[in-house]
């Protein structure tokens, strides 16, 4: 079954951090969102995913970056920061007490830093993975190879497809 | 940069010429009396510059994360420690899951939980008497210690592994054949060479490699005590050998059913290199790959226990070949007697082995998981949730217990039962003769005045 990835970063709160959000999120579907659709339609492992900013009194709090995904996730986040890595840089210099992109650019730094900011689900995991909590699943414990054996188009490949 | 042989414990670097293994299980009584354990063992812990020619015994330690916090190691060094060595073995990503002989309830036959191991003490020796005389030492310096030996049979016998001869495994294969070529000093490193950071502790700069000073040249462990059913396995060969190759007489059809699930003959020739026939003058040969001479399994088939623990240049799927692929230091002995023919005599026999690396999850883990199902590359069907046709968990959820072999003349396949089963297993860290002594004289009280 698949497996929940539920990271929540805390933002920083000085001005300059936050406009730097206000300008990520602004550009994310134009700068960000092609290259981090490549990469999850690539890994061939990735359900879903999505990315979010949680906002009090119009400041940014909290990015979450949610997914579900097949597999290990010592696998799925290495792939990731081999993929994406630039991405992450960009996102951890706006996280309040990350370590600097060099340090956490390593296999084990940033496996390990992106698990302790992985919030667990409520419940218990039906997935034997005891320490991710509830989820839930509509397709049973199909895989992404399973249920779409050749690859899929993405959403943006199909939009670019039309144009 | 080159690395301090003299700090680095033995059978990391080595594989001892020695036919005769025991490996103690302790736990620690009061921290005090522990480091006093480590303090009194340590000048004759094997490090990795004596030759092979000492005198025995060889003697090396592992301590388990709940040793170290019996130790009272200081909080430093403690936090240094990766997150998967500090949690100890997860059955469920080493294949052995609830529900099967291999579960964790199961191991140590009852006797006491993986959490009691603070450490184990592996002795190397070229004769019973040897192992004998240094067993008793050991259990004396750990009896002053106020320590408890850890019996994991219900007969009051412990771990002692022994060679069958010839490098054989109880299966019949040869053992040793193919070993990672690590470049232990990187100014000699060749082209191909493993850097030693894989394995090593405490040295920046490579792309796993762990920051944590406190460990440098320690490394971890993976204890694993392997029950082989021999009787099963043999079974196995003589009823579905000569009917997937009734061409071939009865004894060279099972022959060639064994090597189809390891990759190789039972003499170690490589499939890729001769498909149909062990061949004496290539059985030590390391030197093919499947790409280019076997794209299609049909002389290796691709659930073939060697090519899912090492699948040198097949392709893999995006996320394997971001994480390249794992490679572990194994060391490991029989143990038990030999079983021919197919009727069980009830003696438990099989491998304890020990995978050293510097990354438990990379390295331990992907490979358990790669065998208990094979979805790392775009050979494997993806509608099929096949295993390791060897050393695989058939009780895992999903999995497909059928053995694909294929052929010129099409696939065939074959219901794999459990030929192996957990019996035991437990993290530990070498740690080097700097952080022994480290050890055995500090502990979190002491560090904080």
Redesign the interface.
Known sequence: MAVALNLTIPLKQDPQSQAALKQLAASFSKTIQGPIDKALAGSRIVHFARVLVIEENQRGRYLQVLTEFDGDPEEYTEFFRKELGPVFGHIFALAEGAPPWEELNTREAFFEYTHNLNLKSLGTSTNLDDDRGYLFSGVGDKTVRELCPEPCPTDIERLADAA | MRIDMDNVQGLVVSMYRRPVVRHLLFRFGGGADGRTFVRRLLPEVTMADVPDTAPDPFINVGITYRGLKALDAESALLGEL??SFRKGPEP?KLGD??GSQSAAENWWERRFRTEDVHCIVHLHVLSDEARETASAHVRELAREAGMTELVPRSDGTVLDARSLGERKLHFGYTDGISHPDIAWDDESRTPGQIDFREFLLGYGGG????QASRLRDGTYGAFRWIYQDVATFNRFLQTEGPRLFPDRAPADAEELLAAKLMGRWRDGTSLVLSPDRPDASMSHRNDFAYEHDDPNGHRCPFSAHVRVVNPRDQPL????A??QVPQVIRRGMPYGPPLEGAEDDGRDRGIIGIFVCG?L??QV??LT?WMQRN?FSPVYD??RRVQDALLANRTV??ADPQFKIPGNGGATSVTLPDFVHTKGTAFVLYPSRSTLQRLSTTSARSSTH
Do not use: C, E, I, L
């Not at chain 2, 792309?207 to 762990?210: D, G, K, Q």
């Open positions: 990766s997150s469920r899951v609830a792309a796993r490699s762990s799927d995006a996320v394997a971001a994480s990354d999850r990379h883990y992907t998981r979805d993806p509608n959820p999903g």
